[in-house]
């Protein structure tokens, strides 16, 4: 069955410090990625995504993620992390290269940023 | 651009009636989808609609239907809930082209609570 997987339900990290927030698949074929952040009683709003090509693509408020192919991983990165960035992060897969548009999500990830 | 808009925002239905959510996509978006989220289950895709067609649909029972109408926006309906169905119902849209074409914008949900 095609899954994403994110293995950490929380995350802390201290204000300035870098942060990253782990995902893989399980997905046939080339998958698109996707990472979504979600705020308190707020819709998901679109960070950054993969589609082909540079395996670092960089997003929204400073965020950026690394394809790696090998270990079917998607990971967000970013390089200091603020207060504000305290929020639930939710990697997504596109299967079949986006023939559909049947999002699987992972379970989440709640990213807690200490100042 | 405005976003995604969906009404009501808040619901309290009791079990065995019915109810009808309503999503307002981007201008221009002609890709509407809709996705229930609840602690324990996460993020589930429902279905996808396009030029008032259903494109895709996920594995939720009969119950759950939906519609798309010429100025593309959406509507879905839950008929006889159950206590279960109580969640936060997401719409989503995109454009049918272009770059966007794989991104959606999610509107900030419908909070359904069934007693």
């Known amino acids: 069955a095609q899954s994403v997987a994110q293995p950490e339900d929380q995350v802390n990290v201290a204000e300035g410090n870098p942060l990253t927030v782990k995902c893989t698949y399980s997905?046939?074929?080339?998958?698109?990625l996707f990472w979504y952040v979600q705020y308190p009683n707020r819709g998901l709003q679109f960070l950054l995504k993969?589609?082909?090509?540079?395996?670092l693509v960089k997003g929204s408020y400073g965020f950026e993620a690394e394809f790696n192919k090998s270990q079917t991983s998607f990971h967000l990165k970013k390089p200091s992390a603020l207060v504000s960035d305290s929020a639930l992060y939710f990697c997504a897969v596109l299967p079949t290269g986006g023939a559909t548009n049947k999002l699987i999500f992972g379970t989440g990830t709640l990213l807690a940023v200490q100042p | 651009k405005a976003g995604v808009t969906q009404t009501p925002r808040y619901l309290i239905k009791t079990r065995g009636q019915q109810v009808t959510l309503s999503c307002s996509p981007i201008?221009?978006?002609?890709?509407v989808s809709w996705y229930q989220q609840t602690p324990g289950q996460g993020l589930q895709f429902l279905f996808e609609y396009f030029s008032e067609t259903q494109r895709n649909k996920g594995n939720f029972p009969g119950r759950f239907s939906g519609r798309q109408f010429s100025n593309s926006r959406s509507e879905m309906n839950v008929s006889t809930l159950e206590l279960g169905d109580s969640a936060l119902y997401l719409c989503?849209?995109?454009?049918?082209?272009?770059?966007?074409?794989?991104?959606?914008?999610f509107g900030p949900g419908t909070r359904l609570t069934v007693t």
């Open positions: 201008s221009g978006h002609r890709s």
């Open positions: 997905v046939s074929g080339n998958p698109y």
């Open positions: 993969y589609i082909t090509g540079d395996n």
């Open positions: 989503a849209t995109r454009s049918a082209e272009g770059q966007g074409y794989h991104e959606q914008y």
